[in-house]
């Protein structure tokens, strides 16, 4: 299952040194991170640079459903100039059992 994570540059000013961080919640496992993320912990973050004004930082990995419930995906971008800011996501996942095959 793909996540896909945005920010939005709503300032007047160029976001310099933008890092996007992500805790992979309770319930998915994390399959694969395109670009060169740190990972440690659960957590896996971004160095995104430069994000001009009105522009958007995007990041999209994809990961496993391992439980059925309410998953709640929370984002903090930092950057050098702009501080600190998150924003979370609240879905409903159930992973689909197929039947077993038999013969």
Do not use: K, Y
């Not at 996007?20 to 440690?40: H, I, K, M, N, Q």
């Not at 004004?53 to 702009?82: A, H, K, M, P, Y």
């Amino acid at each position: 299952m793909p996540l896909r994570l945005s920010g939005d540059n709503l300032g007047f000013a160029s976001a310099r040194g933008v890092r996007a961080c992500d805790r992979v919640p309770r319930g998915l496992r994390l399959v694969r991170a395109p670009g060169e993320p740190t990972v440690r912990d659960g957590r896996i973050c971004w160095r995104l640079g430069t994000v001009s004004t009105s522009r958007r930082g995007t990041v999209t990995f994809r990961v496993r459903r391992r439980v059925c419930g309410r998953i709640v995906n929370e984002l903090v971008v930092r950057s050098d100039n702009g501080g600190t800011h998150r924003d979370s996501a609240h879905v409903s996942a159930c992973r689909r059992m197929l039947p077993r095959q038999t013969g």
